[in-house]
């Protein structure tokens, strides 16, 4: 069993930046993929970024690409997601989800901390 949760959402204005972080309980935290979803009111949930087990490989949607950075310290049971340069349009809540590797869906999600983004 996993839980997961996540700190850092705020309200801000365009151009600026944000750390969110996921810490996770239980053991073998470095065994899961972890991803970053957001939800938009009147949306469904976005993966928005992965890090693989080891943090060698990332994914990251395209309109998040070059602005957004996923890091894990597996150290630390904490994985991270670094976002410059927000726009309105990132204003959503975002979650974060740990996924065994061999599964398909994501096996367990934290609570989600609300991200505004002003003009």
């Known amino acids: 069993q996993v839980q997961l949760v996540e700190s850092g959402g705020g309200l801000v204005q365009a151009g600026a930046s944000l750390r969110l972080s996921c810490a996770a309980s239980?053991?073998?935290?470095?065994?899961?993929?972890m991803g970053w979803f957001r939800q938009a009111p009147g949306k469904e949930r976005e993966l928005v970024a992965r890090?693989?087990?080891?943090?060698?490989?990332?994914y990251y949607t395209d309109s998040v690409k070059g602005r957004f950075t996923i890091s894990r310290d597996n150290a630390k049971n904490t994985v991270y997601l670094q976002m410059n340069n927000l726009k309105p349009e990132d204003t959503a809540d975002y979650y974060c989800?740990?996924?065994?590797?061999?599964?398909?869906?994501?096996?367990?999600w934290g609570q989600g901390t609300q991200v505004t983004v002003s003009s």
């Open positions: 989800g740990a996924r065994i590797r061999s599964h398909d869906t994501y096996d367990y």
């Open positions: 239980g053991r073998a935290f470095s065994r899961y993929v």
């Open positions: 890090i693989s087990s080891s943090g060698i490989s990332t």
